[in-house]
Nanobody, 128 residues
Framework: EVKLVDSGGGLVQAGGSLRLSCAAS????????IGWFRQAPGKGREGVAC????????IYAGTVKGRFTISSDNAKNTVFLQMNSLKPEDTAVYSCATIDPPFFGICRIDLESWYDYWGQGTQVTVSS
């Protein structure tokens, strides 16, 4: 059974940093696409970043490019989202997601329904 557990959220002041983790289990952590999404109160879910294992390709939303970095540690079956220079508008519940593995294509962040499995979400709050 594919399972994702995301963690690492918390309360941070504007300008600070957090690192989110997405621990995966239930599949061979080789050919996959994993994305991070966020949902702020009263808003729809927004794609933030994704990574494709086959070539390490990453995609970022314009709102986070240059501040957030997605990476993976295949030995630990974990994908990370390093978030720097955080802003109050980054406040949201962050969730990781994966498409049914194995997957050999390119990840995407424009369509949440493309993903099959989701983590439970972790709250990120940025105070001004």
């Amino acid at each position: 059974e594919v399972k994702l557990v995301d963690s690492g959220g918390g309360l941070v002041q504007a300008g600070g940093s957090l690192r989110l983790s997405c621990a995966a289990s239930g599949f061979t952590f080789e050919n996959y696409a994993i994305g991070w999404f966020r949902q702020a109160p009263g808003k729809g879910r927004e794609g933030v970043a994704c990574i494709t294992s086959s070539d390490g390709r990453t995609i970022y939303a314009g709102t986070v490019k240059g501040r957030f970095t997605i990476s993976s540690d295949n030995a630990k079956n974990t994908v990370f989202l390093q978030m720097n220079s955080l802003k109050p508008e980054d406040t949201a519940v962050y969730s990781c997601a994966t498409i049914d593995p194995p997957f050999f294509g390119i990840c995407r962040i424009d369509l949440e329904s493309w993903y099959d499995y989701w983590g439970q979400g972790t709250q990120v709050t940025v105070s001004s």
